[in-house]
């Protein structure tokens, strides 16, 4: 199983987290397509421990149980 | 002269004396304001050599020339003095309003000078200057200190509490009871004056040179802060604790005094968490179109914050997951008058020193220090903050606490200052702005988790070395313009170097260029440093504690990497125009005026 988690005013599309049966080929993409996330709303994703800029990491394909943490736009300090 | 009052107060406690000295127009214009040109003072007036706490110092409180303006969060000050903790310069920064009516009462600046002889309160309302007895209110609370002095809508407090009295070197100078000039031991700085409290009215304006450009300009940053998604949605509905998460994902959330990355819980102590349970509204400072402070309520406070920071330093840091007792100690920090991010990394060394066998002699009173226990934070930060029993031990931060038993190495600190909440083995440009920031490990010198956690403004893999030295330069001379002008560091992520120079320029009549503001920045960090190597700072003393050069992180998304401190500095030496010691060359000097 995929584990996806999601943070602050992204939890409005899916709550704290959610489980994806794994199927060959899917990508971050899918996921994020699946859950009706707008892409322009997440600007951190960071898959298995490893994180780019979203446009690349869309991209990335996903294995059998990895862990995917989707964040929208923030800051702090 | 527009954006400046063009006064300065000038107060000396030991013979009592009031002045008010006219603002050298040309100096503020090379020095900006704020921290650039209180350092300029400071640096002009002291022996950076002398004892901190000693009548010597002096401790100015200045504005920037935005400050009091209607620009986008122009109500912040600065604390400039000599440090008591790191013995570097001390530049603590704080918002709410206390700044912005100092300059509606008609000044820069004030420059307090020697010490009282009994306990005094100074209060102002604009050309009356009072020195006025605060026998009564040594003592007090923050809370109870404001409530006393603050009689009208326009009036504004800033104040010490029992901790800055008792000299510890982690005290805080508070106003506006919640806005704390948190860092650098500046609270002791005032209570060694034995200057319980500043007390502002006024109702003047800022004049502006151009005040349509400035409402033009004005309308753009609010709709630019406004259309950013982190400064427009992001901050005013999670605040800076949003950041719980991401940092902890990214395993470089410091947990049980830096051991680890990851901290189990952090779910508990996030700002999602926060919202949803103790949120009672946003709390902005004066003038401020974010609004990323909060103002929340548990069971037994209700008050400002916390800050990511202090969620940090109480929870992972102490390996604490009781949200509600953080608040708590939040609060205690604020009444009390304390720095939260010093005091709870102090609390975390503390706990670090007692799982290490080396505290079997102390008596815990029932309130182990030990990580996870929640019971213990609340109970040690108030006899941290009285210097009550152990808490005697810890008043002067972890450095000093570590040292006395052999073991300096567990102080997370760089030059006794103790770093924030983000560990720079798996953020190498960060790790670098920690080890070369002027005031020893601060977060807000030049904030490199903005590109290489939240790709803002653009993305940089947190782990590489490739040009880290020159955004973490570039990063702190911005800063240093920002802290200086009086307006939130936190426009910058709205914001950039050119809308900075539109704003200024509008607001004082001048022509600069983005390339100006860089290079005014420039010139005020490479004056700090001069002051740190005039007070005696070694140049080996821009490095980082030993366990984050050495021990590799032992788990999690940054596991096996350490930071690469000796791979980084040479660069962004060479970048400054500071030879390989880190001593700024004549060239460089005299290409910055200084
Ligand atoms: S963004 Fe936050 S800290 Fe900055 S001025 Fe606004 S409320 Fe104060």
Redesign the interface.
Known sequence: MITVKLYSAIRKYGGKEVMFEYKKNLRVRDIVEELKIPIKEISIIILDHFDSTPDIMLDHEVKESSLIHLFPPMAGG | MFGYMGKLLRINLTDQSVKVEDLDFELAKKYVGGRGLGTKILFDEIDPKIDALSPENKLIFINGPLTGTPTPTGGRYMVVTKSPLSGTIASSNSGGTWGARLKYAGYDGIIVEGKAKNPIYININEDVVELLDAKDLWGKTVGDTTDILKDTKKTNVLTIGPAGEKLSKIAAIMNDKDRAAGRSGVGAVMGSKLLKAIVVTGNLKVSLADPDSVKAYVKDANLKIKE????G???P???????V??IN???ILPTNNFQEGVFANA?DIS??TLAEKYLVRKDPCHRCTIG?GRYTKTDKVEGGGP???TIWAFGADCGVKNLETIIEANWWCNQLGIDTISAGSTLAAAMELKQKGLLDHIDFEGHDLEFGNDDAIVYWTKKLANREGFGDEMADGSYRLCNRYGRADLSMTVKKLEIPAYDPRGVQGHGLNYATSNRGGC??RG?M??PE????PT?L??LDLKDKPFWTKTFQDLTAFIDSIGLC??TS?ALGAAEYADIYNSVVGTKWTADDVLKAGERIYTLEKQFNLAAGILPEEDTLPPRLLIEPMPS??T?GHVHHLDQLLPEYYDLRGWDSEGIPTAEKLKDLGL
């Not at chain 2, 950013?228 to 400064?231: L, R």
């Not at chain 2, 509905?237 to 950041?243: E, S, W």
């Open positions: 950013n998604p982190v400064t949605q992001g901050l509905a999670y605040g800076t604790a949003v950041l998460n991401v994902a990214n395993g779910e700002g999602e990323c800050e990511y920071e977060h807000v904030y988790i903005s956690i939240l790709g803002l993305k893999e947190r560091l936190f992520f999690g998304p596991e």
